[in-house]
């Protein structure tokens, strides 16, 4: 389209909204009661100087990002305070206008990494201390993410178009074989391929949901400690799925305490069966240093509970998000059952990895970029491996390109989406627009009320200050 479908950003801006869980979830051997989202606006221009603005929007779940030795609030001061630095940097970075997929990566390959340094080492004027624990590049990914996904949105609404139908020839300017190299001469490369041959169309209106069973969640009302909410939503996992008609649940494990694991697994599987839930799903939350611990559990649950092997679609991530540092042949968990990538799945380079030391699925989540979700999405299809599209536990706008990914994208079943679970007030503002995005009715999220460009936000209409 020439010149005119090239932008660069010209303004950027950065919100704070706190929000309170109603009931803690715990994270591998933390435990999340609140979180601060990240609210990006930018502003991008055209060489005609037509300019747009773009919104993204990511939770800062530090416990996830960064799990360390820092207390809680030491490591949520220095994300934000690098959120501040990248705000600051963004329209001063000298980048070459492009498609957003072009900034992005080309942001997150030199500029990011750079910023990161810089602040690591107190270059950028962040605090001395800050040299004490460094954040992980995760923890950088996830800060970037809502300003990467704002200028996707904004790029989007220049375009007058929606986001999605943006990633083609038309638009982009260059083919994935700037961003992708394929794994060996038996598997084709990216040559004039493009992430619009690898995303589905058309789309569906409506997404099957995951259900997060968190380790501290009570399953039923034996298990109610008298410390529970009493604010309307259900509380107990068999309310859970009685009320959203839920068909799918992701199971919360420990990964170092298998009788625990053993005996969550085949309570809920249990339940499952009585309440005809359909699918499950295994996270051992990063623990897991043998393999052997993941097959013990598998074979057992084949021998001794068939039909819950059975319903087993897939187990994520039991093993160190390190892939690097820690890289751990695991066919024979694969072997068993479909092995996802998760918090090691940084971009497609570390997915290629995974491959080469026997994962076969990824699970793509957009708070470790919009850019970087659709990169490792179209390496993964090319090399034969399985989707899922996980959660943050996303609330508000960054519900919207979650659940726009996940419904592009052609996932093994549908979404995980928890953040109606946890905290279902903090997105009322949203959800007077969009009310089948945050609340689950017959097992499925409605995404029918997205429209218009960009990521169909319907911003205007939404009543936040």
């Known amino acids: 389209m020439g010149s005119s479908a090239k932008i660069k950003v010209i303004e950027s801006e950065l919100f704070w909204i ?119 590049w995760l923890a950088a990914l996830v800060s970037f993410s809502p300003f990467d996904i704002a200028i996707h949105d904004a790029y989007g609404k220049l375009m007058k178009t929606p986001v999605y139908q943006t990633y083609n020839a038309h638009f982009m300017n260059h083919d994935l074989a700037r961003f992708l190299e394929s794994d060996g001469p038996t598997f084709p490369d990216f040559t004039n391929k493009y992430p619009s041959d690898y995303l589905i169309s058309p789309t569906p209106q409506q997404l099957r949901v995951w259900h997060l069973v968190g380790g501290l969640d009570p399953l039923e009302i034996s298990d109610l400690n008298g410390q529970e909410p009493d604010d309307g939503y259900p509380v107990t996992l068999r309310d859970w799925i009685d009320t959203d008609g839920l068909k799918a649940l992701k199971i919360k494990l420990r990964g170092n305490d298998w009788d625990w694991d053993w005996e969550r697994m085949v309570a809920v599987g249990r339940m499952a069966i009585e309440k005809n839930v359909e699918w499950l799903s295994a996270d051992f939350n990063c623990t897991v240093q043998d393999p052997n611990y993941v097959n013990h559990i598998l074979d057992c649950l084949r021998d001794k509970h068939p039909r819950i092997y059975g319903m087993l679609l897939y187990v994520e991530q039991p093993f160190p998000y390190d892939l690097e540092n820690h890289q751990i042949d695991v066919s024979s968990v694969s072997a068993r059952k479909p092995l996802f990538l998760d918090e090691s799945a940084h971009d497609w380079s570390f997915v290629a990895l995974g491959r080469r030391l026997g994962w076969t699925g990824v699970a793509l989540k957009t708070c470790k970029t919009q850019t970087g979700a659709l990169l490792s999405l179209c390496w993964a299809k090319a090399h034969g491996m399985t989707l899922m599209v996980q959660d943050l536990t996303n609330p508000m706008l960054a519900q919207i390109p979650h659940v726009q990914l996940a419904a592009h994208a052609g996932t093994i079943g549908g979404v995980e989406t928890n953040a109606m679970q946890f905290y279902p007030e903090a997105s009322s503002a949203e959800a007077k627009i969009h009310p089948g995005l945050y609340r689950r009715k017959g097992g499925s999220v409605d995404l029918s009320t997205l429209s218009g460009s960009g990521f169909g936000y319907r911003v205007e209409e939404i009543e936040r200050e």
């Open 18 to 136: 706190p929000v309170r869980t109603r009931t803690p979830l715990k994270f591998g051997n933390e435990v999340l009661t609140e979180v601060m989202c990240s609210r990006a606006r930018v502003r991008v221009v055209n060489s005609e100087g037509e300019m747009a603005e773009g919104w993204g929007e990511t939770p800062l779940n530090i416990q996830w990002i960064w799990p360390g030795a820092l207390s809680y609030a030491e490591r949520l001061s220095k994300v934000q305070q690098f959120s501040i630095q990248l705000r600051d940097s963004l329209p001063k970075w000298e980048l070459e206008p492009g498609h957003p997929i072009e900034i992005g990566y080309d942001i997150q390959e030199h500029l990011l990494p750079q910023s990161l340094k810089d602040f690591s080492t107190g270059k950028s004027g962040s605090s001395a201390d800050a040299k004490v624990e460094e954040i992980p």
